[in-house]
């Protein structure tokens, strides 16, 4: 399944510096039983978002207007715990295209890569830098640039660079999950086993 190309996002950004966000956080157990990508946005950090007779939560980020954006910047050790792909599939249909943190778990990061969101790791102080810039102001802009690998808070021009697989970044710029990547070099494969020798 081919997702949006993913080149330079400029966004305003929802803040959640909470540490160790695991993944039973990000998409209760309770809602993996479907298995197409579709509606999990909908309960994207849904014990935190909402009361058990399914009312907002007032005091919860998510439910804050003043907060929106492509953008969500969590604390250290964001996507930990279990492995489930379902953690990724919310924050993208939730309308994520980008998360930042200062420390990411393996398995969240590569699924994230995998459908189209850009985990970028930051240094603990750049993250710092990033909370207190939409604490003043939380219409605050954000560039995320995949070709420069950079990210920089717009209103005061500091950026980082951040690291990215090589394979993964050429997937994001060109919207391909690891099935389009082959099909797209599908010809070449072809010609590969048309010429080895028998």
């Not at 803040?15 to 160790?20: R, S």
């Not at 956080?25 to 993996?32: D, S, V, Y």
């Not at 295209?97 to 240094?123: E, M, Y």
């Amino acid at each position: 399944m081919a997702y949006d190309k993913f080149n330079i996002l400029t966004s305003t950004a929802v803040p959640l510096p909470i540490e160790n966000v695991d993944t039973d956080q990000i998409i209760p157990a309770r809602f993996l039983k479907a298995t197409e990508r579709k509606g999990f946005g909908d309960n994207l950090f849904r014990d935190w978002r909402y009361n058990q007779d399914n009312t907002p939560k007032e005091d919860f980020i998510l439910n804050n207007p003043i907060y929106g954006g492509e953008i969500l910047v969590g604390g250290k050790n964001f996507g930990s715990g279990s492995s489930r792909e379902h953690a990724a599939w919310a924050v993208y249909d939730y309308g994520f295209r980008c998360v930042i943190s200062s420390f990411f778990a393996d398995i969240f990061r590569n699924n994230c890569l995998n459908i189209g969101v850009l985990p970028v790791q930051v240094s603990a102080e750049f993250l710092q830098k990033i909370f207190g810039e939409i604490e003043k102001d939380p219409k605050a802009k954000f560039e995320v640039n995949l070709p420069e690998q950079k990210v920089t808070i717009l209103a005061t021009g500091e950026s980082e660079s951040f690291d990215i697989n090589t394979y993964k970044k050429g997937n994001m710029t060109n919207g391909f999950d690891d099935i389009d990547y082959l099909l797209n070099i599908k010809k070449d494969i072809q010609e590969f086993a048309e010429n080895r020798p028998i």
